[in-house]
């Protein structure tokens, strides 16, 4: 047990998540003994404000981060995390990631309160002992609470996908608050504007994307072998002698077409590109469209960025769904209603 009693701005804390990181972490000497790994809905934190208890475990929750990664790279620049370093033996480093891997997991599960929430919830939970009442509470403003739950849900959902899925989730939605903004504006709309009556795991719904993703870059690869200064002159001479249509030529776009086959960045538009693919060349009435297989493979391109698969409806059913389950799961622990 311990109490830290402090004016503010004393290091309250920054003592209590260095406590909180050594109950995690345990003592070295009984890491054989079979110590019982303590996690964070063992360790019981009390502040006087809201405020406190949400600043404190995000203070936590990064503490144990710093922690992980330390241990990982056996070396930090933090003098507690370096004491810490050669507290424990090099041969425990990767228990000790371990450990702290499970801790933030959990985090969201953590025993941190204000002392009359703490007192609120051991009434409820003992209702019948204490003879108390089974006590509701409106809550007004679901707002803060609904934006937990979408942290919480973006933490366990969308940071267990893989990098390449990671980027397309953040290509849709950048951030939990935007994700229930998406939410939010389902509301009143018919459920099959979102599709499917079957939910499908984020994970299972990017795969198509992925797929395609995959093979739009092996498109866009062969495109850039085949666009040689030959293929260039082709489009040009077909325009000096009229055969395509100049106003569709014009050299402002073709030199970002030009800048895209190189970088692959700023992409033309889709009707541009169009415009120079078999089939698509914009011709006068007596010329003929330029021939080559770099016309071809941009056809393919543009058939192939036409096709993209839809994944954002599945993740927002997934999202709108599991949002909501933790949102009245949260409601429940604590009481309330709206």
């Not at 489009?235 to 100049?246: E, F, M, T």
């Not at 970002?256 to 011709?283: C, D, Y």
Request: with cysteine; glycine share 4%.
């Amino acid at each position: 047990q311990q109490l830290i009693e402090a004016s503010a701005g004393t290091g309250k804390t920054y003592t209590l998540s260095a406590l909180y990181l050594r109950l995690v972490l345990g003592h070295e000497q009984l890491f054989d003994q079979g110590e019982r790994i303590l996690l964070p809905p063992d360790i019981l934190v009390m502040t006087f404000t809201e405020a406190a208890t949400a600043e404190l475990r995000e203070r936590i929750r990064l503490r144990l981060q710093e922690a992980k990664f330390a241990f990982q790279q056996g070396s930090s620049s933090d003098p507690l995390l370096s004491a810490l370093l050669i507290e424990f033996a090099s041969e425990n480093y990767e228990l000790c990631v371990q450990k702290l891997s499970l801790a933030i997991e959990w985090m969201d599960e953590a025993a941190i309160f204000t002392i009359h929430g703490w007192a609120s919830r051991m009434l409820r939970q003992h209702a019948f002992d204490s003879l108390s009442l089974f006590e509701q509470t409106l809550v007004e403003d679901t707002h803060q609470l609904k934006l937990d739950a979408c942290k919480r849900y973006w933490r366990q959902v969308y940071y267990a996908l893989e990098p390449d899925a990671i980027r397309a989730v953040q290509a849709w939605v950048t951030n939990p608050e935007a994700l229930l903004a998406l939410i939010n504006d389902q509301k009143g709309k018919p459920e099959e504007s979102l599709g499917s009556d079957w939910v499908i795991e984020p994970r299972q719904a990017l795969e198509p994307w992925l797929e395609w993703q995959t093979q739009l870059a092996d498109s866009f690869k062969q495109l850039q072998q085949l666009w040689t200064d030959e293929v260039t002159a082709l489009i040009q001479s077909a325009k000096a002698s009229k055969a395509l249509k100049g106003n569709n030529y014009q050299d402002g776009w073709f030199k970002q077409l030009l800048n895209w086959l190189r970088t692959g960045q700023n992409a033309p538009s889709l009707k541009q590109l169009t415009s120079v693919s078999t089939g698509g060349f914009v011709t006068s009435n007596k010329g003929s469209a330029p021939e080559h297989p770099a016309f071809d493979v941009m056809a393919s391109y543009v058939r192939l960025v036409q096709q993209e698969p839809d994944y954002q409806s599945a993740l927002l059913k997934h999202a709108q769904i599991e949002v909501n389950r933790l949102y009245q799961q949260a409601k429940q622990q604590a009481g309330l209603f709206d």
